[in-house]
């Protein structure tokens, strides 16, 4: 292989060789025939100066095309061997290394077997250096620690002591909203606190535990001039409650301040429109779901209040629900329900009007009030309270004759009462003392 490197050098050499005399002989026909051409067309001047171009670009191209190839590349990987030049060889010699290769495999050697040493125990940790001490100690001197908080009081027992009540709280089987959730706001003139909280009945049972099945939404139009409230309450027979209740005040709430920001008020408020549009979600929400729209009924309430009174210091409430959510008003002395009972007899409690299937069933309330009062909105867990407890009615006017804190609202609804295991909602709306209803 390596005997044949000279005579391909050689014949590489020659084609070189033969190719550049060609390229000669062509560069003189073409200075030639370009000389004699300009030479008839402007005489011999032109025809000189006109071969003297072509010669020098001939030269320049020549030129670049030699600067162009790179030191070494006479070497590079996979060129022709009749491309190399004479000097190089095309198939060199490779250093030896070592011992040549046996042309035979011998069998492979089996290392004798080393016995097993024992690992030396592991090298102990260095130790760690203590830090010094960063920035002054704590507390700095003159910051006195405020006094740990006394533990907060229990509930309120307003009736006989309930067992269910003292059970553990359970989580339900899937998840769920929070238990417990509490809300404050000023709008206006107007002071709002509101708590949900699930009751007894669904946090306790071992096997059974449901989520809480109330909701409720606070909001306001667009330039604040009215407070919107709405409050609902799942149905427990209904397989998600829960999520009928969130989309029913979410609905509420949003339909209610598109109507106000297009210029509609407490007197000229649909209620059927409103409620339809909180039907058709709920409907909808069960159809996308893959649920029935029986695993989906909620009543609900809501309520419209203006942020500022009128010129002569009154101002007009709306309220509108369907199924028996509560409104209330509290008076000097006792509260004053904005909507009728429940049916008494073998049929009470029990439900005709519902979402998302008797929105156009809807009643509406239009209220004028005077400069001050409480209104109250709840979900019969609270509401049942009011109606047919007079102690929890007592107790209830009484601590809510001025505003209270989120967390003490909260408290307060998970008041402990027997029979009394139903979610608890309320919604508190105070204005400035004085007035009643009209």
């Known amino acids: 292989m390596h005997a044949a490197g000279p005579d391909r050098i050689r014949r590489a050499e020659r084609r070189r060789r033969a190719s550049r005399w060609l390229g000669v002989v062509v560069l003189c026909l073409c200075l030639i025939t370009v000389g004699a051409v300009v030479w008839r067309v402007t005489g011999l001047v032109g025809g000189v100066f006109a071969s003297i171009v072509v010669l020098a670009v001939y030269v320049v191209i020549d030129e670049f095309q030699r600067k162009d190839v ?20 095309p ?10 290769y046996p042309q035979h495999h011998p069998a492979p050697r089996v290392p004798a077997p080393v016995p097993p040493q024992a690992s030396p125990p592991p090298a102990a940790p260095p130790p760690v250096p203590e830090r010094p001490p960063q920035g002054p100690a704590w507390p700095l001197p003159g910051v006195r620690l405020p006094a740990p908080l006394p533990p907060s009081p229990p509930p309120p027992r307003l009736h006989r002591t309930s067992k269910t009540s003292a059970l553990p ?42 989520p809480r099945q109330d909701a409720y939404r606070l909001g306001r139009d667009g330039r604040s001039a009215h407070l919107i409230v709405a409050v609902a309450d799942g149905m427990s027979d209904s397989a998600h409650a829960d ?12 339909t209610l301040r598109q109507r106000l920001d297009e210029g509609d008020g407490p007197r000229t408020l649909d209620a059927g429109q409103v409620f339809l549009e909180a039907a058709q979600q709920v409907y909808a929400a069960a159809e996308q779901r893959g649920w029935s729209d029986e695993d989906v009924r909620t009543v609900a309430l809501a309520a419209v209040l203006p942020t500022r009174p009128d010129p002569d210091g009154r101002r007009t409430l709306w309220l509108a629900r369907v199924g028996d959510p509560s409104g209330w ?31 156009q069933q809807a009643e509406t309330r239009r209220i004028d009030v005077g400069r001050g009062g409480l209104l109250a909105l709840t979900t019969d867990g609270v509401g049942d309270a009011l109606a047919q407890l007079p102690v929890a009615a007592r107790w209830f006017h009484r601590q809510w004759a ?11 609804i998970g008041y402990e009462a027997q029979q009394r295991n139903d979610d608890r909602t309320a ?12």
């Open 70 to 89: 790179p030191p070494g590349a006479d070497r590079a990987p996979g060129r022709p061997a009749e491309m190399w030049p004479a000097h190089v060889d």
């Open 329 to 359: 008003f509290r008076g000097t002395d006792r509260w004053k329900p904005l909507f009728a009972g429940k049916e008494g007899g073998f049929d009470r409690g029990k439900l005709r009007h519902f979402l998302p299937h008797t929105p």
């Open 91 to 100: 198939y060199p010699q490779r250093p030896v290394h070592g011992p040549a």
């Open 402 to 412: 001025h505003p209270v804190t989120a967390h003490d609202l909260l408290l307060h």
């Open 427 to 438: 919604v508190l709306v105070w204005w400035r003392p004085s007035g009643g209803p009209r």
């Open 243 to 254: 999520v009928a209740a969130a989309v029913a005040v979410s609905t509420l709430v949003n």
């Open 169 to 210: 709280w359970r989580l339900p089987a899937a998840p769920a909203p929070p238990a417990m959730t509490a809300d404050a706001a000023t709008v206006g003139d107007l002071e709002v606190r509101a708590a949900s909280l699930i009751g007894p009945g669904h946090r306790s049972d071992p096997t059974h535990a449901g």
